[in-house]
């Protein structure tokens, strides 16, 4: 395989199993399928999630969970995931800096050529995920020499609900939570605008099985009725954002719409 990204390497940093895969599990597969080295962060276990599962009840939640990011991260194509073991539900509270410098030891270890994580909006205002992406800016914006490129994702604003909306006569309850949030309006509110619009149609199918893996915190909602068409529509398109630290000047995930 050749190309650009061909033999480079991207780590997502995200806090908690199943960002990665509604964030940017398009984008992780085509980094994967291109020929990167692909790897995941994640600081917390997600044991204070919503537990949507049947089959899971009685079990210890921390642990379901970690599987699940596991089968999610082979559908993907991520080479290794790291677990930072922090508290859910915590990340803005931690004492000083230690979710920068354990999210900066993640980094250094793998070398990565790029880093994704949330935008500043934390895909919708989850206070975790602004920790995390507070925390993973900072961790980028010390490294001097050899920084990586720093990339933010973000939810195109809307297109929650506009999926909750189509699938929501097949769901089983009125009830309607994606990914345990109740507010599906939140999903993409005021993020900012995206530097990038990645079209992953063709990856979507695999994005939604890397959801679906996620068992947990999908089941019963939308994810679990939408189709692989349908996945296209809703899942397709994914919304990055270039950070203003870090290495600015290879255009590496640039390079993917310029294939499209």
Known sequence: MTGALHGRSLVAVFAHPDDESLACGGLLATCADQGMKVSLVCATRGEDGHDASVASAGADLATVRTA???AAADVLGVDAVTMLDFEDGMLPWLDGDDLEMAIAAAIERWAPDVVVTFDEDGLYWHPDHIAVHEATTAAVAAMAEGAPALYYASLPDGRMRSL?????????????????????????TLAPPPDIVLHVEGRAARKLAALRCHQTQTGGGPFSVLTDAEAEQWLGVEHLRRAPVGN???????????QS
């Open 248 to 258: 600015t000047h290879d255009r590496l995930i640039e390079a993917l719409t310029e």
């Open 164 to 188: 909750v909306d189509a699938v929501r006569s097949r769901l089983p309850a009125p009830d309607v939570r994606v990914l345990g949030v109740a507010d599906v309006d939140a999903f993409g």
């Open 68 to 70: 699940e990011l596991a």
